[in-house]
């Protein structure tokens, strides 16, 4: 059973930073693209980043580019989400889910996912 654990999660007043990481027990980690999704309250998943199996490549959505950094160590089975200069509306659930993809995007087929970890940013 493969497994994907979010953690960093946590509250920070607007403008300030978090550190999201998701280890996974899948093996081998370098053969599947990543990304990270978010969903706030009565509203669906949304996609935010990806990155690709070597991690040269990475995708982001419109609303956290140039604020938010994947990345990923896949010698330690780990994808990072650094999360800096957040708003009120990062607020929500943050998911990280692998796909088979090479480098995949927001359509592309995700397996796995985790169980989530919640971002509250205070205004």
């Known amino acids: 059973q493969v497994q994907l654990v979010e953690s960093g999660g946590g509250l920070v007043q607007a403008g300030g930073s978090l550190r999201l990481s998701c280890a996974t027990s899948q093996r081998p980690f370098s053969t599947y693209g990543t990304g990270w999704f978010r969903q706030a309250p009565e509203k669906e998943r949304e996609f935010v980043a990806s990155i690709s199996r070597n991690g040269g490549s990475t995708y982001y959505a419109d609303s956290v580019k140039g604020r938010f950094t994947i990345s990923r160590d896949n010698a330690k089975n780990t994808v990072f989400l650094q999360m800096n200069r957040l708003k009120p509306e990062d607020t929500a659930v943050y998911y990280c889910?692998?796909?088979?993809?090479?480098?995949?995007?927001?359509?592309?087929?995700?397996?796995?996912w985790g169980q989530g970890t919640q971002v509250t940013v205070s205004s």
């Open positions: 889910a692998i796909s088979p993809w090479s480098f995949p995007q927001s359509n592309a087929p995700y397996d796995y």
